[in-house]
């Protein structure tokens, strides 16, 4: 049972680029949390959604930042307009249930530099 | 609202030495808690989990005690290895909740 697949690892983008980060969720999870950490910080909640549905994306950026989980593939991040600032580490975890106390596992990460 | 503190690394320990990395919380409910490790260019990996008051989470030698009156969740290894360097967060989550509060992370070196 593969873990939870993160790609690219690394992600080099120019400012105003679009950067597309992919999560595959562990098999038979449906629960996909984005989280985002800045360098020397901890990570900070994004995104939680279970397949097709979008359940809290109260930490989302309002603007350029958007988050899907169709039916069939992977979760999807989607970053518009790149800008220096949102260099980081995106991490991913999943679960078979609502909530990260259930068994959630986290994917290795995509680090995205924008230049 | 709810949050996690923990004490500022980097923490630097000969091999064998007693490691304690703090962590105190506040929350409005009973979470549980958590520490996770993130090993170089990894992700995060659960390291040890306590779900109520006074349980003891333990993995790999390391464990931390839930104390609800100190609202403390400290990690402590009698004797760390070498391999044990890496970055530790301490982590909350309410009950069936999904955002889980994260420590700012405390980096640990063992030297050999």
């Known amino acids: 049972n593969a873990g939870v697949m993160q790609n690219p690892r690394h992600l080099v983008r120019r400012r105003g680029q679009e950067a597309r980060l992919r999560c595959s969720p562990m098999?038979?999870?449906?629960?996909v949390y984005w989280y985002r950490q800045l360098p020397e910080e901890g990570l900070k909640f994004m995104v939680y959604?279970?397949?097709?549905?979008?359940?809290?994306e109260s930490g989302m950026p309002k603007e350029r930042f958007s988050a899907e989980f169709p039916k069939e593939g992977p979760s999807i991040l989607r970053i518009q307009q790149v800008v220096r600032g949102d260099s980081a580490a995106y991490f991913c975890?999943?679960?078979?249930?609502?909530?990260?106390?259930?068994?959630?596992?986290f994917g290795q990460g995509t680090r995205l530099t924008v230049v | 609202g709810d949050s996690v503190t923990q004490m500022e690394g980097p923490v630097t320990l000969s091999e064998e030495a007693f490691l304690t990395i703090n962590c105190t919380y506040t929350?409005?409910?009973?979470?549980?808690l958590f520490w996770y490790v993130q090993y170089p260019g990894e992700g995060l990996q659960l390291l040890l989990k306590?779900?109520?008051?006074?349980d003891k989470g333990s993995n790999k030698g390391f464990e931390a005690t839930y104390r609800k009156e100190t609202t403390s969740f400290h990690l402590e290894k009698g004797s760390v290895q070498v391999s044990d360097s890496a970055v530790y967060f301490c982590a909350l989550s309410e009950s069936g909740g999904f955002k889980t509060i994260f420590g700012a992370g405390t980096r640990l070196f063992v030297k050999a």
């Open positions: 929350a409005t409910g009973y979470p549980s």
């Open positions: 306590a779900t109520k008051a006074d």
């Open positions: 959604l279970q397949k097709e549905n979008i359940i809290d």
């Open positions: 975890a999943s679960s078979p249930r609502q909530g990260l106390d259930t068994e959630a596992f």
């Open positions: 098999k038979g999870h449906s629960h």
